[in-house]
């Protein structure tokens, strides 16, 4: 890979190991790291040292070639002085050797059309966060050239992602990834300093995944971003264990069974004192009741209270039973269903949630994807007239929910004799 070097372009010592040949090669990281210029750089040094490659620019849409690395590229050939041996088209650029770089949108292809990139050497996916897996899963085996290689760049923002998935959790053998962010730029430029800079000052919340590469924490305008941020900074976000003695408490939102239905989802929580330790969380979509009161058992759950929303009451749409009828026939103590709050009820637990935010604790561990949920329910907007439309139901609205039923359900505890005796819910003011 010597003839790599033909043309002296100035490197960042973060990207040096992904100079090396390798089957895949990842850079992820914040804004200004230079991870798609230095892609760019080494697509454009290849083309020219090794004549006739064929290279294809990926991303998952890409309606216009505005929406591609196309711009970037002839932007590189342009000021590495390349004009004579690069022929720039509408919709290609053409390499020394008859070779050719092309753009596409992964969204558009099926496996009978992909096999049109079999020959190619070189896939660039560009924002790779953004990639399904159903497109990486056709991509990799049609890259399949002698020495071919598979790009990707991206700013994570979730770690179920796909590509986080494959290149930072699987981690396939001789995959060289690389985490590069600001700082790792000798050619900062100080524009984009200021701007991290006005960021930090202005933006907290969404700080952290733009400019230092860290999965999304908390969607910005989020109802519970600010719950979040304190917590973490206050230490409450952790290594958080049960106390023996006192019982745990499963929190659930009911989803359903069949691949369309809402997801069901559950929060372990335990009020110790004024704590509310937030302990593990569990979700899952289109299972039956059994697959979740399995979860149940095998965490030790057996004990635990649960406490349903006032669909509780609701037949199960298989057995024709209602939800709490069968989790009282499994052995659980079930405690009577909240009823219907009526129009607004989603607000009435989003701001219950929100003033017991000082108290709550998370288990790190355990809680990470609940936490995520948490961290982008958010409320639908009316764009022209800027005003609010309530809570967006959408992935992150059964965790949401769950969390802000404990926040319904929960009772500050007075005299230690009466902390944990069972809740009455029309003495709570709730029905």
Not at 70 to 99: H, Q, W, Y
Not at 243 to 270: C, E, K, N, S, Y
Not at 380 to 391: A, C, F, Q, T, V
Not at 411 to 428: H, L, M, S, T, V
């Amino acid at each position: 890979m010597s003839t790599l070097k033909t043309l002296k372009i100035p490197t960042a010592r973060i990207f040096e190991p992904l100079l090396q040949p390798a089957r895949y090669k990842g850079v992820y990281g914040g804004r200004g790291s230079g991870k798609s210029h230095f892609f760019g750089e080494l697509l454009v040094e290849i083309c020219q040292a090794e004549r006739g490659t064929l290279a294809v620019c990926i991303r998952e849409a890409q309606r216009t070639l505005a929406q591609s690395s196309k711009r970037l590229i002839e932007g590189k050939v342009a000021s590495l002085g390349l004009g004579m041996g690069f022929k720039l088209f509408n919709d290609k650029i053409e390499t020394p050797g008859d070779g050719l770089i092309i753009f596409r949108g992964m969204q558009d292809h099926t496996a009978e059309s992909m096999k049109s990139l079999e020959g190619f050497r070189i896939a660039w996916i560009d924002e790779a966060q953004t990639l399904s897996a159903r497109s990486l899963a056709l991509l990799r085996p049609t890259i399949r050239a002698a020495n071919s290689e598979v790009w990707a760049s991206w700013n994570p923002r979730r770690k179920s992602d796909a590509i986080d998935d494959f290149l930072r959790t699987r981690k396939p053998e001789g995959a060289i990834v690389v985490n590069a962010n600001w700082r790792d730029n000798p050619w900062f430029p100080s524009v984009l300093e200021d701007e991290r800079q006005l960021d930090l000052a202005l933006y907290p919340d969404r700080y952290e995944h733009i400019w230092e590469g860290d999965y999304v924490r908390a969607f910005e305008g989020a109802y519970f971003a600010q719950l979040l941020n304190e917590a973490r900074a206050q230490g409450r976000i952790g290594k958080v264990a049960a106390d023996p003695l006192l019982p745990l408490r499963a929190f659930i939102d009911i989803g359903g069974a069949g691949a369309t239905a809402d997801a069901f989802t559950m929060w372990i929580v335990q009020w110790v004192g004024t704590e509310i330790r937030v302990l593990d969380h569990y979700e899952a979509v289109g299972q039956v009741l059994a697959f979740h009161v399995s979860w149940l058992r095998s965490r030790g759950y057996r004990d635990a209270i649960l406490y349903l929303p006032h669909d509780g009451i609701a037949a199960n749409n298989i057995t024709g039973k209602r939800y709490e009828d069968h989790l009282r026939e499994a052995g659980f103590t079930v405690e009577p269903p909240v009823k219907n709050q009526g129009r607004g009820a989603a607000t009435m637990r989003i701001e219950a949630l929100r003033r017991l935010g000082p108290q709550l604790w998370f288990n790190e561990a355990t809680t990470e994807a609940g936490r995520d949920a948490l961290g982008f329910y958010h409320e639908r907007k009316d764009e022209m007239r800027n005003i609010g439309l309530g809570p967006e139901h959408d992935w992150s609205s059964h965790a949401a929910d769950a969390l802000g039923l404990m926040a319904i359900c929960y009772e500050q505890p007075g005299r230690i004799a009466a902390f944990n005796r069972p809740i009455k819910y029309a003495d709570a003011g709730w029905v």
